[in-house]
Each structure stands twice: as C-alpha cells, then as structure tokens.
C-alpha cells in the first residue's frame, strides 16, 4: 500500500517537452512510474522519445485525460505560467496534481488553491515548491532520486525536499511506503496533517517521520493533531535549531513569528504529543531505528 500514488498511477507531465520537464520525465520512467503523456498546447500532436518509450503530447490536460485515463499530473511548468497550468487540471478534474514549480507568487498559488476549494476539492494539490512524492517501486510522481531507498513500511512527510532525500537514505535498509515532500512555501497544497492522516490509514504504514521548519505554526498544528488522532509511532525534526531568532530562513515559508515559530516551542509542541524529536536528522534517523527495530 502506499498514500496518493500507487502503481496502477498513471502520470501525465505538464511541461515535458520543457529541459526539466524531460529530464525529469526521463528519471521518473526509469524508476517504474508509469508516464501516459504530457501536455504542452504548442506541441500538440507530436510525440516523445525518452530512450525507447514514445509519449504522446496532448494540448490540454483534459484532452490528455480523455485518451489515457490519467488520474496524476506532474508540472513542471515555468512560474508565470504555473497558476494557469494548475488550474488547467483542476478544470479537468484531475485527481492530484504535484507542482515542482518553485518562485510561483504566493498570491497565485492563494489563487488556483482557492480555485480547488470552490470547485470541491476534487484534486489534490502537492506543492508548489516540492520535489514531489514517490511510493518506492510502485511510482514516483516528482524529482525525488529513486535510488536512495526501496519499499518498506516507514512513511515520510517532510517540507524540505534535501532533508527528504536525507532521511529516506538514512533509513534506506527499512523502507518506505510513501514519501512526499510537501513544500515550504507560506501556502501549500498538502499540510503535515492531509499526509498524518493518509498515513494513519494506511494499513502497510507501520511509523511516520515529519520534517518541519521554523516559521509559521503548521508543526503546532501537527502536533495537536497527532495527540488527538493518531496512534502511530512518530519521529520527528525541525530544521533551524542553530537559526538566529528573528531571522527568515531557508524557505519562503519559514519566517520566525515571536516563539510560535522557533525550533524549540515546536520540538516542545511535538514532545508534550508523544512525537520523538530529534535535533539532528541522523539523530532522528536513530529514533526511527529503534522504533523499527521493535515493530519488525
């Protein structure tokens, strides 16, 4: 099992033909993900050779969906023209849509999500700013490398796509049965607590990590959620330990407000929920270990 993408996922790729678009196109066929197109309306019609596997590209995601019966979108698409790709595919209804697109305005991004709120929430939206999420051996929608760590029944939410890559290569010899990155940005698709949930009812995911940020209280609120619903094991991290207080680091999104934002009143927020955290990722790799090492 897996949360968002499986391998029955059939991923279209908005922005393909583009130079991050194909090479990233290349790297998610190889890993297993099964790609049915892409969309570009200039290059409607014409097809793709990515080292053997010809893919067509279609002028609209809806077209796209009509003709393979995609039910995932990845977009690569430049940021000026990244709110109208994204409310392109909620327009067509599409089920998830993962936005790697980073430097997308915050007030477009307020914009196609309240856009995906007034039309029902019919698509989940994964981003923007992220490398994406990938469900080891079964599919992976986004730039994560897939060679870092195979299947296994740990899963991860995380807003920093390097810390991702991190954790999932310190717990590589474990596995995981999902792991997204949900971005930094101030506004987001996919909270800590969309992915907490998924996680909880997901039969084949056995313990979480969470990797945080200081800035803004979303970790609070995971954390509020954690006591009150889920009863997996949880580790976990929040990057800027060593920040200078008051000072905006790293992501868009990690701008210190008074204490609620510091790494320490979210470690405390964290703790007083029964989440292990730990101060580095390697330490909190470590207690991850030792809960595995009891579940089997």
């Not at 909620?90 to 849509?97: C, E, K, N």
């Not at 056995?206 to 094991?233: F, H, L, Q, S």
């Amino acid at each position: 099992m897996a949360i968002f993408i499986t391998k029955d996922s059939k991923v279209i790729v908005q922005g393909m033909t583009g130079a991050e678009g194909t090479k990233h196109t290349k790297r998610m066929l190889a890993s297993g993900t099964t790609i049915v197109g892409g969309v570009n309306p200039r290059k409607a019609g014409e097809k793709v050779d990515f080292d053997g596997t010809v893919l067509p590209v279609f002028g609209s995601v809806a077209d796209a969906m009509e003709a393979t019966g995609a039910d995932v979108t990845v977009i690569f698409v430049p940021p000026a023209f990244a709110k109208a790709a994204v409310i392109e595919a909620i327009d067509a209804g599409i089920g998830l849509a993962v936005v790697i697109t980073e430097g997308i305005p915050v007030h477009d991004t307020a914009v196609f999500w309240a856009h995906a709120v007034a039309t029902g929430n019919k698509t989940r939206i994964i981003g923007p700013n992220c490398p994406g999420l990938i469900s080891p051996g079964q599919s992976n929608a986004g730039i994560i490398p897939a060679n870092i760590s195979g299947a296994g029944k740990i899963g991860l939410v995380s807003k920093s796509g390097t810390l991702t890559y991190q954790m999932m290569y310190e717990l590589r010899d474990f596995g995981f049965s999902t792991a997204i990155g949900i971005g930094g940005d101030p506004i987001i698709g996919t909270t800590h607590i969309d992915a907490l949930e998924a996680f909880e009812a997901d039969p084949e995911t056995a313990a979480i990590v969470m990797i945080g940020e200081i800035g803004g209280d979303a970790e609070e609120r995971a954390a509020a959620y954690i006591k009150d619903n889920v009863t997996k094991p949880v580790v976990g991290y929040v990057a800027g330990f060593t920040a200078p207080e008051g000072k905006t680091m790293g992501h868009a999104g990690a701008i210190v407000s008074g204490s609620a934002g510091t790494a320490q009143a979210k470690k405390e927020a964290l703790e007083a929920a029964g989440v292990k955290v730990g101060k580095t990722p390697s330490e909190t790799a470590a207690l991850m270990r030792e809960i595995m090492s009891t579940i089997g």
